[in-house]
C-alpha cells in the first residue's frame, strides 16, 4: 500500500481535534503556559524599569550621556586641566539631533565652610538654563532659588550639606579651591538654595554656582572642566556618540557613560541575563507538564495511531501531528499570556508606588516610584523561549509516537 500523505489542513484539524479530546487536561496546561508567559513578560518588565530607572538617576549624578574633557582630567580633576568652551564644529553638532540638552562646566574640588563647620566638596560652575536641559530638575529645590543665570553670585547646596554645615538659606559661606598656578582661590558666597537629591550622598557632595562667576574666581576665563551631552535615548548612545568624537578636538576625551560608569553598564548586562535565565527556569517547569499532556494525548490514542500508520500514513507525519498539537498549544499560550501582559502592564507604565522601600531604593539609586518598561524584545524573546523549549520537550512523546508497530498498537486494548 502506497504512503499516505495528508494535506497540512487535514493534519491541522486532527491535531486541532486531537488537542480537545480530554479538554480538561488541555486547559490546565493552557492556563499554565498563560500564566507562565505572562510572569516572564511581567518580571522583565519590572526588571527593566527598575534597571532603567538606576541608570537614569546615574546618569543624573554623572550628568550626561556623553562627557569631553582633557585627556588628563579624570585622574586630576583640578581646573588646570581644563577645556575651551566648544565652538566650530562641536557647537554645531551639540546643537544637532539627536542631542537634547548639554552642558559646559567647571567641575573641580573644592572646601566649603561655615561658621561651624567645613567640608570638601565637589564645585560645580554651571549655567542652569543648561544645566535643566541636562536633566537637573527645578523642583528639586527644597528652599530659595535656583541660580537665575551663569553670573548668579549665590550658591546652591544639598540639604544634608546644609545640615552638617549647621547653615541656612541666607547665610555666607566661604569657598576655596586652587586656580591653574596652584594658588589658593578663595570667595564668600550666600547661599540662595537649599536642593535634594536622590542620594544623600549627592546632597553632601555637589555645589552648584554661577559659572562665570567661578571662572573669574578660579582665573580662567571661556574655559571649563567638561562639556556633558545628553540624548534621547541612553540606550542608543552608541550609535550618535562617535559623531561627537569627530566633531571634537583629537587631543580632547570624549567617554560614553558606558565607559564612564562601568556599574551602570554592568546592571544593564545582569538584567538582560537575569530576564533569560528567568525565563528558561519558568518554562522548564512548565515544560514537564507539556511532556505529561502529550503523553497521555499519545497513550490514550496508541490503537488510533497503530490504525493510521497501518492505513500507510509514514511515521515521520505521525511525528509531525503529534509536534502540530504542541504547537498550536504553545502559540494559545503565547498570544494569550502576551495580551493579559499587555493588559496589565500599560495601566502600570504610570507608575508603582513603592516609597515604602524608600531608604533601600535610594541606596540603589531609585525613586520611590517605580515604573514598568515593556519592550517588544522581552517579549520575542519569551516568544522564543516557550516555542524553542516547548519544541523540544515535545520530541520525547513525538518520537515515541512515530515508532510504534502498527500490529502491536491495534492489539492494545
Do not use: C
Amino acid at each position: 500500500m502506497a504512503d499516505y500523505q495528508p494535506a497540512a489542513g487535514v493534519l491541522f484539524t486532527l491535531a486541532w481535534r486531537n488537542l480537545w479530546r480530554n479538554h480538561r487536561r488541555t486547559l490546565i496546561m493552557l492556563i499554565a503556559i498563560v500564566i507562565g508567559v505572562w510572569a516572564m513578560i511581567l518580571f522583565s518588565s519590572l526588571m527593566a524599569g527598575m534597571v532603567d530607572e538606576m541608570v537614569r538617576g546615574g546618569l543624573r549624578t554623572l550628568p550626561g550621556e556623553v562627557q569631553i574633557h582633557h585627556p588628563d582630567y579624570r585622574d586630576d580633576p583640578s581646573i588646570a586641566n581644563s577645556i575651551d568652551a566648544p565652538q566650530g564644529a562641536l557647537l554645531e553638532r551639540l546643537n544637532s539631533p539627536p542631542v537634547t540638552g548639554w552642558a559646559a562646566r567647571i567641575k573641580v574640588p573644592a572646601m566649603i565652610s561655615s561658621e561651624r563647620a567645613n567640608r570638601g566638596i565637589q564645585l560645580l560652575g554651571v549655567d542652569p538654563a543648561q544645566e535643566v536641559s541636562l536633566g537637573f530638575d527645578p523642583t528639586d529645590i527644597v528652599e530659595g532659588r535656583f541660580l537665575e543665570g551663569p553670573d548668579d553670585k549665590g550658591l546652591v547646596i544639598g540639604r544634608k550639606l546644609a545640615e552638617r554645615l549647621e547653615t541656612r538659606l541666607g547665610k555666607r559661606v566661604v569657598i576655596m579651591s586652587q586656580d591653574p598656578d596652584n594658588n589658593v582661590a578663595d570667595r564668600g558666597i550666600r547661599v540662595v538654595g537649599i536642593y535634594q537629591a536622590r542620594l544623600q550622598a549627592t546632597e553632601e557632595l555637589n555645589v552648584y554656582g554661577g559659572l562665570e562667576t567661578l571662572q573669574k574666581m578660579l582665573n580662567v576665563d571661556n574655559q571649563v572642566s567638561e562639556i556633558a551631552i545628553t540624548g534621547d535615548d541612553f540606550r542608543q548612545v552608541a550609535s550618535w556618540w562617535p559623531q561627537i568624537q569627530q566633531a571634537t578636538d583629537p587631543e580632547l576625551e570624549t567617554v560614553p557613560w558606558m565607559e564612564l560608569d562601568g556599574y551602570l553598564e554592568s546592571m544593564m548586562k545582569m538584567q538582560t541575563s537575569f530576564n533569560v535565565i528567568i525565563t528558561v527556569v519558568i518554562f522548564l517547569t512548565l515544560s514537564f507538564g507539556l511532556v505529561n499532556t502529550l503523553v497521555m494525548a499519545v497513550f490514550e490514542r496508541v490503537r488510533e495511531i497503530g490504525l493510521m500508520m497501518a492505513l500507510g500514513m509514514r511515521p515521520g507525519w505521525i511525528m509531525y501531528q503529534i509536534l502540530l498539537e504542541s504547537i498550536i498549544l504553545l502559540g494559545l499560550g503565547l498570544l494569550l499570556g502576551n495580551l493579559l501582559a499587555v493588559a496589565t502592564i500599560l495601566p502600570l507604565e504610570d507608575g508603582i508606588d513603592i516609597s515604602a522601600l524608600a531608604k533601600g531604593l535610594e541606596m540603589a539609586g531609585m525613586g520611590s516610584t517605580l515604573y514598568p518598561s515593556l519592550r517588544l524584545s522581552d517579549m520575542v524573546l519569551s516568544t522564543v523561549v516557550v516555542l524553542v523549549l516547548g519544541l523540544l520537550a515535545s520530541l520525547l512523546p513525538a518520537w515515541r509516537a512515530s515508532r510504534y508497530n502498527p500490529i502491536q498498537a491495534l492489539a492494545r486494548t
